[in-house]
C-alpha cells in the first residue's frame, strides 16, 4: 500500500557499526507501527526489530537485542536501525516494513508494506 525505501546498508568488519534508514512515502507515517526485517539468501525472513507509532515501544529479536537500537523521528519521515558490534551471522538483506494488521509484531504476516532492501556484509 505504500512505498518504503530503505539506505545505509554496506560491507563492515566484524565489531563494525551500521545504521540503516527507512523513508516510507506516506503522511500517516507517524500512525503506524514499523519493523525491520532479514533474510539471507536459502534462509526465511526473519524479525530483527519493531517500533510502535509513537516510538515508545520497541520490540527485539533475541539476536539483536543489546546490539541493535531501533528509532523512529516522525518530524523527518523515517525510521532507523542502529546496528552495533556486528558478526557475520548479521549478513543479510534488511527490510523495512510497515505494520498494518494487528497481531503480533514478530510476524511479517502483520505487516502489509515492504522496501526493497538493503544489503548488510559483515567480513570476519
Known amino acids: 500500500q505504500v512505498q518504503l525505501v530503505e539506505s545505509g546498508g554496506g560491507l563492515v568488519q566484524a565489531g563494525g557499526s551500521l545504521r540503516l534508514s527507512c523513508a516510507p512515502s506516506e503522511r500517516t507515517f507517524s500512525t503506524y507501527d514499523m519493523g525491520w526485517f532479514r533474510q539471507a539468501p536459502g534462509k526465511e525472513r526473519e524479525f530483527v526489530a519493531a517500533i510502535t507509532s509513537s516510538g515508545a515501544g520497541t520490540y527485539y529479536a533475541a539476536s539483536a537485542k543489546g546490539r541493535f537500537t531501533i528509532s523512529r523521528d516522525n518530524a523527518k519521515n523515517t525510521v532507523y536501525l542502529q546496528m552495533n558490534s556486528l558478526k557475520p551471522e548479521d549478513t543479510a538483506v534488511y527490510y523495512c516494513?510497515?505494520?498494518?494488521?494487528?497481531?503480533?509484531?514478530?510476524?511479517?504476516?502483520?505487516?502489509?508494506?515492504w522496501g526493497q532492501g538493503t544489503q548488510v556484509t559483515v567480513s570476519s
Open positions: 516494513a510497515r505494520k498494518y494488521y494487528s497481531g503480533s509484531h514478530l510476524s511479517n504476516g502483520e505487516y502489509d508494506s
